[in-house]
């Protein structure tokens, strides 16, 4: 299977621990992008990269957020200083061509994290 | 800005039901319209699309039809199972926007009883 794959499935931390989460897309999209996924919530949109360039960011993107895709395959997100309230699903999806009209993002399997 | 409402949930029904959730959808552009469903614990996966007015998407006995003059897309199943039973969200991808990324309902949580 060739599908979005995110490592690792599960996290728990402590508040004030920094955590990374990693991403592969499918293999022959150029575009990343990262999603969060609050109980009872549809996903939110945090961020997108085209190739290694990070497009756009969401205003939930906040400064203790960094998300990199140094050679426009895998992806890190990562949060530092956590905080309870980050606490949520984080998605990673993919998607082939730019712009074209109906093109599918297709979605992994999601990082659960957990803020003790 | 762009934005998807869906019927709130839980619905629940009898397996062989007929089932509808509504999707509204408000977009600036000619937006793409999908359906994912979220099995417990599971990513999301994409169920079906439609890219144009009138397109219909279908899949698994699935369907939901893009219409402009309702800007709606709801989605559709003649006789659900059990195995039906997830989250099902609405979302659009409005390509002429600046983003093109997917904005999604809060989505409906279906639970079918045998």
């Known amino acids: 299977d060739t599908g979005v794959s995110q490592d690792p499935r599960h996290k728990i931390t402590k508040r004030g621990q920094n955590v990374t989460f990693r991403c592969d897309p499918i293999s022959e999209h150029n575009r990343l992008y990262w999603y969060r996924q609050t109980l009872g919530q549809g996903p939110e949109f945090l961020t997108y990269f085209q190739n290694e360039a990070q497009l756009e960011k969401s205003r939930l993107l906040s400064d203790r957020f960094s998300a990199e895709r140094p050679k426009g395959s895998f992806s890190t997100l990562e949060i530092q200083r956590t905080e309870q309230g980050d606490s949520a699903m984080y998605l990673c999806a993919s998607s082939a061509a730019e712009g074209s009209s109906g093109n599918t993002i297709y979605f992994g399997e999601g990082s659960w994290l957990t803020v003790v | 800005g762009n934005s998807v409402t869906q019927m709130e949930g839980p619905v629940t029904l009898s397996e062989e039901a007929f089932l509808t959730i509504n999707c509204t959808y408000t977009a600036t552009g000619y937006p793409s319209l999908f359906w994912y469903v979220q099995y417990p614990g599971e990513g999301l996966q994409l169920l079906l699309k439609a890219t144009k007015a009138d397109d219909k998407g279908s899949n698994k006995g699935f369907e939901a039809t893009y219409r402009k003059e309702t800007t709606s897309f709801h989605l559709e199943k003649g006789s659900v199972q059990v195995s039906d039973s997830a989250v099902y969200f609405c979302?659009?991808?409005?390509?002429?926007?600046?983003?093109?990324?997917?904005?999604f309902g809060k989505g409906t949580k279906l639970s079918v009883k045998p």
């Open positions: 979302a659009l991808n409005d390509y002429g926007g600046s983003q093109g990324n997917l904005i």
